[in-house]
């Protein structure tokens, strides 16, 4: 028998860029309302572009096979806003009204929004019109505020400590230094835990600024030592650090790998390869991991509605899921605190953070 719940209807979306659990998500939250609650789950296609154009299909039972372990988002997904949507003639346009009808003409009782940051901004503009909403955090870039992790990001991990892993062997044979572009934004989660994982050498990542020197010598150390390559991650937010006694307004550029390779060719004297990870680490079925957490959000968040709890985030914390205030997210972004443990491990094991 169902249990007791304040909403009969959802829709559910997702919003931002794609990450592998997105699909075990929208499973997690359509089973647990359908079959604890008697829901009726509709599903909102390509992000907000679809609650704007009333885009919609069923979630039922049926629908919902096959999907723990699938990759991407059967539902699409954009990075549009109801405020921002793109025209035909280029300029964008507010079509939060339009957000809204759809809304009304389906009868939602609330609207699950999946996605990172940008997404969370978007809901609570929903939520003070009126909306319902809820939210999961999903990114690779583990960059969502509130929550102490983001499901994608354990998928995207692995997947950039795997190609690590094989650019090691392959810079070894040949002695060789390469240079590894990560995903991140401007947070160094995803290069950080990467690098810890596979062991490279030099990290940089957005929140340490680096001084090329620093990097060459970790490089010339390791010569010194007999290790005749090395593997130097860059985090996409990565920069260098202002040169001492040089004012700026303007922080550096974020660093260009290739660039950077040269300035290591030179310098040293060693024969250097820039491999760029890209979207490989987006794609994909999602790791056992971020299955379980996907489905414990999703989980979660069909409770949190059917008790009539909205306009938050549903976040992890210390193992447990918990309601935050879309406010308290909305605008924030999570990035590592230079004290934090994975920075002191960092150190302590002599990986190079580039200061
Ligand atoms: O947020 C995930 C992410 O992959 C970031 O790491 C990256 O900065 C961005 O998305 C890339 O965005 P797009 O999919 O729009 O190219």
Redesign the pocket.
């Known amino acids: 028998m169902a249990r007791q719940s304040k909403a009969s209807c959802i829709g559910i979306l997702t919003s931002?860029?794609?990450?592998p659990g997105l699909n075990a998500a929208i499973r997690g939250v359509a089973k647990a309302a359908i079959a604890n609650y008697g829901m009726q789950v509709l599903g909102i296609l390509d992000g907000f572009n679809g609650l704007v154009e009333n885009r919609v299909i069923h979630l039922t039972d049926r629908e919902l096979v096959g999907l723990l372990t699938l990759g991407g988002t059967i539902l699409g997904t954009s990075?549009n806003k109801p405020h921002k949507m793109p025209q035909p003639d280029g300029t964008t346009r507010d079509m939060t009204g339009a957000a809204m009808e759809t809304y009304r003409r389906l009868n939602l009782d609330c609207l699950v929004c999946i996605g990172?940051g940008g997404t969370a901004k978007n809901a609570l503009m929903l939520k003070n019109q009126g909306l319902n909403v809820i939210t999961l955090p999903k990114?690779?870039?583990n960059?969502v505020w509130g929550t102490d992790v983001t499901f994608g990001y354990d998928s995207a991990m692995s997947i950039a400590t795997e190609a690590i892993d094989r650019l090691h062997t392959t810079a070894s044979s040949h002695q060789r230094t390469i240079l590894v572009d990560v995903?991140?934004?401007n947070a160094g989660w995803?290069a950080l835990g990467a690098s810890l994982a596979a062991g490279a050498d030099v990290c940089l990542i957005p929140e340490i600024p680096f001084r090329f020197e620093r990097v060459a010598e970790a490089i010339e150390e390791r010569r010194q030592k007999g290790r005749r390559f090395s593997l130097v991650t860059v985090a996409?937010?990565a920069r260098p650090a202002v040169p001492a006694g040089k004012k700026t307004d303007t922080p550096p550029e974020p660093v260009n790998s290739v660039q950077l390779a040269a300035q290591i060719e030179k310098a040293l004297r060693t024969e250097t390869r820039v491999t760029t990870l890209g979207?490989i680490?987006?794609g994909g079925t999602p790791s056992p991991t971020d299955r379980v957490l996907a489905t414990q959000l999703g989980v979660a968040a069909a409770d949190l509605i059917a008790e009539g709890t909205y306009g938050v985030m549903v976040a992890v914390r210390n193992g447990k899921m918990v309601p935050v205030p879309l406010e308290e997210v909305a605008g924030k972004k999570k990035t590592i605190e230079l004290d934090h443990p994975l920075i002191q491990t960092a150190r302590r094991i002599g990986l190079c953070l580039g200061d």
């Open positions: 931002g860029g794609d990450c990075r990172g990114t690779i870039d960059d995903m991140g934004h995803l996409e937010g979207y680490q987006r």
